[in-house]
């Protein structure tokens, strides 16, 4: 069963930067697609990158240009840059696999917090 555990997140000022990271155990998820994913109070949990096994990306409209998603399949881990924040970036992030896989897969995600 793969489990996975972000890192990275925390208070940041708009226009600021942030790195997370999340590490996964149990499966060699170099073979996946992997996303991010984030949800904020009172919305739905939306995909906003992924990395394709051979490193292909893709955005959300709301995030391309600002954050750049990347993968090191020798430490079983996915990165994710992020600059220019600002508010409405403000969510708990995840990582999974895209598709997930599954209800019981997501970790405790990492608290992104953009304010002044």
């Known amino acids: 069963q793969v489990h996975v555990v972000e890192s990275g997140g925390g208070l940041v000022q708009p226009g600021g930067s942030l790195r997370l990271s999340c590490a996964a155990s149990?499966?060699?998820?170099?073979?996946?697609?992997m996303g991010w994913y984030r949800q904020a109070p009172g919305k739905q949990r939306e995909l906003v990158a992924s990395?394709?096994?051979?490193?292909?990306?893709d955005y959300a409209d709301s995030v391309k240009g600002r954050f750049t998603i990347s993968r090191d399949n020798a430490k079983n881990t996915v990165f994710l840059q992020m600059n220019s924040l600002k508010p409405e970036d403000t969510a708990v992030y995840y990582c999974?696999?895209?598709?997930?896989?599954?209800?019981?897969?997501w970790g405790q995600g990492t608290q992104v917090t953009v304010s002044s």
């Open positions: 990395i394709g096994s051979g490193g292909t990306t």
């Open positions: 149990g499966s060699i998820i170099s073979i996946y697609r």
């Open positions: 999974n696999r895209y598709p997930s896989w599954g209800i019981n897969s």
